[in-house]
């Protein structure tokens, strides 16, 4: 059973930074591409960063280049993104996510930016 957990979102405010990290199980993570999307209220869930199963290759949202970094831990089986320079239009649910024979999801965490 395939399970992803996210943990470290919360408020920061704008020029912020927050970085929100992704526990993977139940599958062989190093072979696995990993992904981060969010939600924002009333939008569709949009990708915000991808990386692949050796973290060589990563690609970003152009809402986000230069201000949000995502990277792995393959001995950990640990994802991350870390986000800088916040906004508030970066207010959203973020979710972990990974295509292993079909699409897994995590619970996801809240970041709120807020003055």
């Known amino acids: 059973q395939v399970q992803l957990v996210e943990s470290g979102g919360g408020l920061a405010q704008p020029g912020g930074s927050l970085r929100l990290s992704c526990a993977a199980s139940?599958?062989?993570?190093?072979?696995?591409?990993m992904k981060w999307y969010r939600q924002a209220p009333g939008k569709e869930r949009e990708l915000v960063a991808v990386?692949?199963?050796?973290?060589?290759?990563?690609n970003y949202a152009n809402s986000v280049k230069g201000r949000f970094t995502i990277s792995r831990d393959n001995a950990k089986n640990t994802v991350d993104l870390q986000m800088n320079s916040l906004k508030i239009e970066d207010t959203a649910v973020y979710y972990c996510?990974?295509?292993?024979?079909?699409?897994?999801w995590g619970q996801g965490t809240q970041v709120t930016v807020s003055s």
């Open positions: 139940g599958l062989p993570f190093s072979r696995a591409d």
């Open positions: 996510n990974t295509y292993w024979t079909r699409d897994y």
């Open positions: 990386i692949s199963s050796t973290g060589r290759l990563t």
